[in-house]
């Protein structure tokens, strides 16, 4: 890690004024709520009143670039942010924050009695792997965010603007909308084709997606990587009639990620093939046959999806034109949620790997394993009596789809 001379430094918000900083366009927008923008206000406002010598607001992480002799911020974009805006108001005469005689005092406590660690890194690479070790130490980030950094530093030769470009992309998704394509999707698909437990994502597990490194040259590395090049150059060379001019699909969720630009690419992926097969079951069902008010609901319409999504990413989106897709993946989801007064996500787990009473056939692994989509047929579901009332529409739907008979 090499740190610029005098690094790390503690210093006043007042000294912080005085530096060049610039926001690198690979920042996600500003995204405090008002909670968090008035927490920080109250906490400065109270050291203000209780007369606290020095108050310390964290640590800010820079990069210099030397050819522009600017600090781009890393990590502490959305305090430094807060503090400008607080600043601004401070400043304006017709501000009625406080009274107006409290208005220099506290302006002038915030300047100088308000501190933050300034750590400046000569490298934006070893800059994010030093907010890496950093969070991994204090206050736990989200693991999509450990997964960006770790793959920014993977493309680390990669030219600058490309690389801009895809982490604008990646910023400009909603974060909770990132929580919820690993949480809720990808890692417990990845899992569940592997028999494993799809549950309690976090941070210490996301080796799951930290994928092929670029300097790992192991025969089944080396695989991997020149199918994703030939992937990538073929799709762009326009030699595609023998394909009947589709692209060749990038990705699986049974075959490791390339790290890098890939993971990103993956991704993007992901999070637009799962927009398509809520699309599909928009179009194809009523709103009460996909109720998700109660948290078992919206636990079942996810396995649904889940399952959905594993099929296209197998057979393509076009698969699920067929109706008898659809219509087993809704008899075999929902049948958990008509025969279980109550269900959580241990039961949609325990389920997924065919562990429960009712369904002793990971179809996940299935799935995973089948050669065309018409093997889903191999199939049979045996019908089952309905144990929870609330659902009674849905139960004739599926008795319809099945041909069987209500009062059997």
């Known amino acids: ?131 890496d070790s950093q969070n991994s130490r204090g206050k736990e980030l989200a693991p999509h965010d450990l997964l960006k950094s770790y793959h920014l530093r993977e493309m680390n030769d990669m030219d600058e603007d490309l690389k801009i470009k895809i982490i604008n992309k990646w910023e400009n998704i909603k974060q909770n909308e990132l929580i919820k394509l690993f949480e809720d999707y990808l890692f417990p698909i990845i899992q569940w084709i592997k028999g494993k437990n799809g549950l309690f994502y976090s941070s210490d597990k996301i080796d799951t997606f930290k994928g092929i490194s670029r300097n790992n040259t192991f025969n089944y590395a080396l695989y991997h990587k020149a199918s994703n090049i030939f992937t990538e150059q073929f799709n762009n060379s326009g030699n595609k009639e023998l394909l009947n001019n589709t692209e060749l699909n990038q990705f699986q969720l049974n075959q490791p990620i390339i790290a890098g630009k890939r993971f990103f690419m993956f991704c993007f992926h992901y999070k637009n093939l799962l927009n398509k097969i809520r699309s599909k079951i928009n179009s194809y069902f009523e709103a009460k046959y996909i109720p998700d008010k109660l948290l078992g609901e919206e636990y079942t319409k996810q396995l649904f999806e889940c399952v959905l999504l594993l099929f296209a990413d197998r057979f393509g989106i076009e698969s699920l034109n067929n109706d008898y897709v659809i219509k087993f993946a809704y008899t075999w989801c929902y049948k958990l949620r008509l025969t279980l007064q109550s269900v959580y996500k241990k039961s949609i787990n325990k389920y997924a790997l065919g562990n429960n009473e009712n369904n002793e056939i990971n179809i996940f692994n299935y799935i995973s394993e089948m050669k065309k989509p018409e093997d889903i047929n191999l199939i049979i579901i045996q019908k089952f009596n309905l144990e929870n009332n609330n659902y009674s529409d849905i139960y004739n739907k599926i008795c319809e789809y099945n041909g069987w008979k209500n009062n059997e």
């Not at 017709?94 to 490298?123: A, G, H, M, P, Q």
Request: charged share 25%.
């Open 1 to 131: 890690m090499t740190l610029l001379q005098n690094e790390p430094d503690i210093i006043n918000i007042e000294k912080i004024t005085d530096l060049n900083i610039e926001i690198p366009e690979f920042q996600r927008p500003y995204t405090w709520s008002e909670n968090s923008a008035n927490t920080l206000f109250n906490d400065t406002y109270s050291a203000f009143k209780n007369k606290l010598e020095e108050y310390r607001l964290g640590t800010l992480i820079f990069h210099f670039n030397d050819d522009n002799k600017k600090y781009n911020i890393v990590d502490g974009q959305q305090r430094l942010t807060t503090i400008a805006l607080l600043l601004f108001c401070l400043g304006k005469d017709n501000y009625n924050l406080l009274r107006l005689k409290e208005k220099e005092s506290y302006l002038n406590y915030l300047l100088n009695n308000c501190f933050f660690i300034k750590i400046v890194v000569n490298d934006v690479q070893e800059a994010f792997q030093f907010f």
